[in-house]
């Protein structure tokens, strides 16, 4: 099947706090999209390779540059799109620029540098097996439950009250790669594209797009080395990811 991977890193990283684009932040020596686009390439499932970088970066444009010249003959075709004020902005930019034919997509953040191929190979085999949508997720070790602030009387006690308990067996912490019937993706962000900016900031992965189709969602076991780097304890346990034995 042609298989088609978009690596999201439009982010601006402000959680890191690093005053650059998350996917420019060093992660051992080397910036953190370059970690996942080798992990996307030795994933080998794709022929093309979409990646959303800051509108207005030259930096992150310059890495993905020289690491194409680099490519052996017969690698992924790589492109490079401005990406969007949202994350669903920036794959609905890069689903723009994939090539006809294109029958399954992978959606990757680059935050997930880390991510095993083996997490790949199992998204890329649920496609092949017929999946439409299927996410790698993780079972969860914390109990979770749902908040809402205190009324004015309650707020000298603390700023919020539960509201409910959810069954920790039935949670799960997803992860990307997300894949997708390339048609299926699409329609899930076409419905997406007339939100309003209260439910676009509500869209926090593809596969919630592709649930309110009522398309069935399948879920595969992911890897606790795609944690997405986001804070900088994030950014310690990578490094320590990638000099450990798990590197
Ligand atoms: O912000 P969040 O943690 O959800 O970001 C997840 C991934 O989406 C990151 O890899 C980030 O670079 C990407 N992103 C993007 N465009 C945005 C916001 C986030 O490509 N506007």
Excluded: N
């Amino acid at each position: 099947a042609v298989t088609a991977v978009i690596l999201v890193a439009a982010g601006s990283g402000e959680r890191l706090g690093y005053g650059m684009p998350k996917a420019q932040v060093p992660l051992g020596g080397e910036a953190i999209l370059m970690h996942a686009l080798r992990g996307v390439v030795a994933a080998d499932v794709a022929r093309q390779i979409c990646i959303a970088v800051p509108k207005g970066d030259t930096e992150l444009r310059e890495l993905i540059a020289d690491f194409t010249v680099d490519l052996v003959d017969g690698g992924p075709e790589i492109s490079v799109v401005d990406g969007g004020s949202s994350r669903a902005d920036s794959v609905r930019s890069a689903l723009g620029a994939l090539e006809d034919g294109t029958e399954f997509v992978l959606v990757h953040d680059a935050a997930r540098a880390l991510a095993p191929e083996r997490v790949f190979q199992r998204v890329a085999d649920a496609l092949a097996a017929g999946a439409k949508a299927v996410i790698p997720a993780m079972p969860v070790v914390d109990t979770i439950k749902t908040v809402s602030g205190t009324s004015e009387a309650d707020s000298s006690i603390a700023p919020e009250v539960v509201t409910g308990t959810a069954p920790r067996e039935q949670l799960r912490a997803v992860q990307t790669p997300q894949g997708f019937e390339w048609a299926t993706l699409r329609r899930a962000h076409e419905a997406a594209a007339v939100f309003d900016d209260k439910q676009a900031a509500s869209v926090t992965d593809d596969a919630m797009l592709v649930e309110l189709l009522g398309v069935p969602v399948h879920a595969v076991r992911g890897a606790s080395q795609s944690l997405k780097i986001t804070t900088p304890l994030d950014l310690i346990i990578a490094e320590g990811l990638l000099e450990g034995p798990l590197g």
